[in-house]
């Protein structure tokens, strides 16, 4: 879990691409030495091996779809980076249902593992990371590189990065050599946005996992009840597709985590014995969960500056893995007083969270923030017209108010 952080960090200082890199290298040695290990140490520092190689390459990926794409598509490779994880898990019940042997289960997990390496070739530098740090040829090279792959022909290249360069190298001065996670709480709104998205992450994390771990509790064939989980959430991925093209992503957040809420509620008071109704309520909860939780991810790659990104997207992460290893321990504690308790807990951290995102600014349609400059102009922009707006409203009652009173008072 604290690997995320450290390695968030690492990302944003030295490039997300020698992260991916060495994740991805990581990933095959460790899941190799898991399959062959002959004793529990060996086997526990495998398994960490393999935590540190997901966690590097989740964050150095997703930071690179966010950078690399061009506006056109990047939200949509952002949210189809939710189908790799999807996939995995739609394969998952099939796995273990055929292999019913743990350690078959990791040979086959391994065998995963390897077609990764033959991707690495194709894995380009962040050109956007690389103009942040005034780094102008490597950006260049990268930029050919990409588009020679693509097939497309490239101008003035030296004389547009240039450009770009110039545009940040005032802001970049006073902030080289002093990037990390840690600049994001330095400023008002960066600190205020930054602190509502972890503990939103942590909440998001604890519902997440702890609605996975009971989604084969629910009665009938635990199988089939988790593939149904799974298959949701692709759908909600599909949805997601045309919803963070065409829609803001407060309200879709704020909407979706109210409507799970309300439906963990009605599932809290509804008797077992409906089981086909508890199974319906919950997975039409969980298709809206997804919605929300897609564009979360979308939405904090979308808040935080491009030298600060990774740094952020892992202390979300980081928060929220912790949320989902406590997960466990809330059930138990609150288990012995009944179901109803754990699915009201859960409510209300949605409940929270739905609230939480109300405070943070729009991002849709908006340029990516480069560095922690602005980062903090941008979130302070928007959120004083979001209060503009807010007071423009209440001033509109008001007067709307005072004018019926008087008309009241006159007859």
Do not use: H
Request: glycine fraction near 6%.
């Amino acid at each position: 879990v604290l690997c995320i952080l450290v390695i968030g960090n690492v990302s944003d200082r030295f490039g997300k691409r020698i992260v991916a890199v060495g994740s991805t290298i990581l990933l095959c040695v460790s899941s190799t030495a898991l399959t062959f290990s002959s004793s529990l140490n060996l086997f526990l520092t495998a398994r960490v091996g393999v935590a540190v190689a997901i966690s590097g390459l989740q964050v150095a990926c997703f930071s690179l779809l966010a950078e690399t794409i061009g506006p056109k598509f990047r939200i949509a490779l952002n949210v189809c980076y939710g189908y790799g994880w999807i996939l995995g898990i739609l394969l998952l019940p099939g796995i273990v249902w055929l292999a019913q042997d743990w350690r078959t289960l990791i040979i086959v997990q391994a065998c995963f593992a390897a077609p990764l390496l033959v991707a690495l070739p194709w894995l380009y530098e962040s050109p956007r990371w690389l103009v942040s740090m005034g780094k102008e040829a490597e950006a260049c090279e990268a930029i050919r590189k990409i588009a020679r792959f693509n097939r497309r022909q490239v101008r003035d290249v030296e004389k547009e990065v240039e450009t770009l360069t110039k545009t940040k190298q005032n802001a970049m001065n006073s902030q080289k050599g002093n990037i990390s996670v840690f600049g994001l709480f330095k400023t008002k709104y960066l600190r205020r946005n930054t602190i509502v998205l972890v503990t939103c992450s942590f909440l998001s994390y604890i519902v997440y996992y702890g609605y996975a771990r009971t989604a084969t509790t629910l009665g009938g064939n635990p199988y089939m009840n988790f593939a149904i989980a799974a298959s949701l959430e692709c759908f909600g991925y599909t949805v997601s597709l045309v919803t963070t093209k065409y829609l803001k992503r407060i309200p879709i957040m704020v909407s979706s985590y109210a409507f799970f809420s309300v439906t963990l509620l009605i599932t809290a008071f509804t008797p077992k014995e409906y089981l086909a109704v508890r199974t319906t309520i919950r997975m039409a909860g969980w298709f809206t969960y997804t919605l929300g939780y897609t564009t979360q991810f979308v939405f904090i790659n979308e808040m935080f500056p491009t030298v600060a990104r990774s740094g952020g997207f892992g202390l979300c992460t980081t928060v929220g893995r912790l949320g989902a290893a406590i997960e466990p321990w809330i059930n138990v504690f609150l288990v012995s007083w009944g179901e109803q308790t754990v699915l009201i807990l859960y409510s209300a951290m949605l409940f929270v969270i739905s609230l939480a995102m109300i405070l943070l600014p729009e991002t849709f349609g908006s340029p990516l923030p480069d560095t922690l400059e602005e980062g903090e102009l941008y979130s302070a922009l928007k959120l004083s017209k979001k209060k503009r707006a807010e007071r423009r409203t209440v001033d509109g009652y008001n007067t709307v108010d005072t004018e019926v009173r008087e008309e009241d008072n006159k007859s």
